[in-house]
């Protein structure tokens, strides 16, 4: 699963962009990662926020349970040679 991201813009004072510059080569990081890693340190102690499924996730997954429930559902061992086979 691959997670969304997004791009923020930060304007910083050059003196303070050069002590993160410092850090972040200290451990080896890119100035990115290095600022990605700080704010996930700060948030970590943050509940993750909880979304209700969309109605088109849940219809949809009231038909994955139709289907299962109809024995319609389809088992391989070879994902490959099943796409084919569509």
Do not use: C, W
Request: aromatic share 4%.
């Amino acid at each position: 699963m691959q997670t969304q991201t997004t791009q923020i813009r930060v304007t910083l004072p050059v003196q303070l962009q050069g002590y993160l510059q410092a850090k972040a080569n200290k451990y080896g990081l890119s100035l990115s990662a290095y600022i990605r890693n700080l704010v996930i340190n700060d948030v970590q102690d943050v509940e993750h926020p909880v979304f209700e499924m969309s109605t088109q996730s849940v219809n949809d997954l009231q038909e994955a349970i139709a289907a299962e429930k109809a024995g319609k559902l389809v088992s391989t061992d070879n994902v490959n040679q099943l796409l084919q086979d569509l």
